[in-house]
C-alpha cells in the first residue's frame, strides 16, 4: 500500500501536538504497521520521548538530523553535502517507532534556506527513496508554518489539529486551515484534514465547555467524537521515553486508542 504521511500542526504551541504525534506513532506500531516518525521541529521534544536528551545528543552529533535532511546545515560541512536520509535515521528509536531526530539548527531554517529553489518540497525529494519502506509516517511539526511544517505539509497525505479548550487556540483554527488549503493549492498538492482533535481537557468550565460547541459547530464532522483529556500519564510517559499505551493509566489509553483509531479511518489506514 501507499504510505499514510500524518502531520500534526498548529499554530499555537502547548495544545498536545507532539503527545498525539508520538503517540499516534505507537499506535501505528502496535497495529503492526512499518511505521517512521519525523521530529520537525527544533524543541526536538518528539525525539527526547523517544530516545532522551543524551542519547538524541549523540546520535545527532554523528549521523545527524532532520535539519541535515533539509539542506539547512551544509555550511558546517566543507563538502556543503547533504546527507543521506539511511544515515539520519534512527532504527527502532521506541516501541518499533523509526525516527528521524529534530535539531535546534530549526530555528534559523528560513533564513539558511532564504535563497533556496524549491525549499517547500526539500523533504520530499530527501526521502523520496525511502517512503516505500514505510506504511505510516507521522511528522510533528513547530507551531507555525515557517519551512519546517511546509515541508512536512507538501509530504504529507493528510493532517490533524489538536487543539485545546482555549479562546486563543481555537480561534486560529480557521486561519490554519485556510493557509494549509492556499499553500496546497500553490503547490498542486492533495492534502486531506484526517480530524481536529480536542486535546488536554481539563476541568468543566462554562468558557470550555462554549468553545468546543463553537469548534463543533463550525466544523462539524472535522471535529473527532473523542477527546484527549489532560493526565500526568502523558507526560510521565514522555519523560519515560515511552508511549501511553504501556502506562497503567487505563483512561488515558483508551483516549488515545479511541482518537487514533478515528485519525486511522479517516487516514484510510487499513
Known amino acids: ?94 516501541e518499533g517507532i523509526d525516527l528521524i531526530p529534530s535539531h535546534i539548527d530549526l530555528f534559523t531554517v528560513d533564513l539558511d534556506l532564504a535563497g533556496a529553489t524549491s525549499r517547500e518540497t526539500r523533504l520530499r525529494r530527501a526521502l523520496k527513496d525511502i517512503i516505500s519502506e514505510y506504511d505510516v509516517i507521522i511528522c510533528d511539526c513547530p507551531p ?18 489538536p487543539v485545546s479548550l482555549d479562546f486563543l487556540s481555537a480561534i486560529g483554527v480557521g486561519l490554519l486551515i485556510k493557509r494549509v488549503n492556499e499553500f496546497c493549492d500553490d503547490l498542486e498538492h492533495t492534502l486531506t484534514n484526517a480530524g481536529i482533535v480536542i486535546s488536554r481537557v481539563g476541568r468543566p468550565a462554562v468558557h470550555r465547555e462554549e468553545t468546543e460547541s463553537t469548534l463543533r459547530n463550525q466544523f462539524k464532522k472535522l471535529v ?21 499505551f504501556l502506562s497503567n493509566d487505563g483512561d488515558a489509553i483508551n483516549a488515545f486508542t479511541s482518537v487514533c483509531d478515528e485519525i486511522f479511518k479517516n487516514a484510510g489506514v487499513a
Open 1 to 94: 500500500m501507499t504510505a499514510k504521511i500524518i502531520s500534526s500542526i498548529n499554530l499555537k504551541g502547548g495544545v498536545g501536538k507532539t503527545a498525539l504525534a508520538v503517540n499516534l506513532a505507537a499506535y501505528s506500531a502496535k497495529k503492526g504497521k512499518k511505521t517512521l516518525l519525523i521530529d520537525l521541529d527544533p524543541q526536538t521534544n518528539a525525539s527526547f520521548s523517544c530516545i532522551g536528551v543524551k542519547e538524541w545528543g549523540k546520535t545527532v552529533a554523528s549521523n545527524g538530523s532532520v535539519a541535515d535532511l533539509l539542506g539547512a546545515r551544509k555550511h558546517t560541512s566543507a563538502e556543503g553535502t547533504v546527507k543521506n536520509p539511511s544515515e539520519v535515521i534512527i532504527k527502532n528509536a521506541m
Open 144 to 161: 507555525n508554518l515557517t519551512i519546517p511544517t511546509q515541508n512536512a505539509l507538501a509530504l504529507s497525505t493528510h493532517y490533524v489539529v
Open 224 to 244: 473527532l467524537r473523542n477527546k484527549i483529556s489532560e493526565r500526568v500519564a502523558v507526560t510521565q510517559s514522555a519523560q519515560n521515553r515511552k508511549s501511553i
